[in-house]
């Protein structure tokens, strides 16, 4: 519509000009948009499963924060799915971002971890840490809370030794191979 509306100002009008830029800038905020709606829940996810996505996460991670991610899959893989999978994801996605936001380090480790009786995932970096006052009130951690416990998991925010942060949450594996 923006097009036509221009394309029947006169040519060399300032009004043409003007529809142009804004048509443009209508496009890339859908572009913005669908970029992000991918990032919070890829299709991915549910064509291929957790450990897939992941494997394609955490490159963008890399890439788009400057920052080194090291990852590490443990145990026997069983199927991660549904909207286990999506909470999971999130969780894992909201410490990443706040690890790139608050922690000013430029290295994160993220372990995938399949135990016989839990899926287990940490995301830990070697950052400034947390305030635990933060903990309790930020809405990106309430929402992991909030996962963990639709999950019927447990979820931790832990000061390492060797400082920053440790986001750990346990699924018990009935759970997590559920689509529930």
Not at 1 to 22: C, F, H, I, K, Y
Not at 77 to 100: K, M
Request: proline share 5%; charged share 25%; hydrophobic share 40%.
């Amino acid at each position: 519509m923006l097009t036509r509306a221009g394309n029947q100002a006169p040519e060399g009008s300032p009004l043409r000009a003007d529809l142009r830029e804004v048509c443009e800038i209508a496009q890339t905020t859908l572009d913005k948009v669908r970029t992000l709606s991918q990032a919070l829940h890829p299709v991915m996810l549910e064509e291929t499963g957790l450990e897939s996505t992941l494997d394609w996460y955490l490159p963008v991670v890399e890439r788009q924060a400057g920052i080194d991610v090291f990852y590490v899959k443990s145990g026997h893989p069983f199927p991660v799915n549904g909207s286990a999978a999506i909470h999971v994801y999130r969780v894992v996605q909201e410490a990443l971002n706040n690890l790139t936001r608050h922690s000013e380090a430029n290295e994160a480790w993220v372990r995938l971890r399949f135990q016989p009786q839990a899926l287990e995932v940490e995301v830990e970096d070697h950052g400034k840490g947390f305030n635990s006052q933060s903990v309790s009130r930020g809405i990106g951690m309430v929402a992991m809370r909030e996962r963990a416990e639709l999950l019927r998991g447990r979820i931790e925010f832990i000061t390492p030794q060797t400082g920053g942060t440790l986001v750990r949450l346990t699924v018990p594996q009935g759970r997590a191979e559920t689509n529930a």
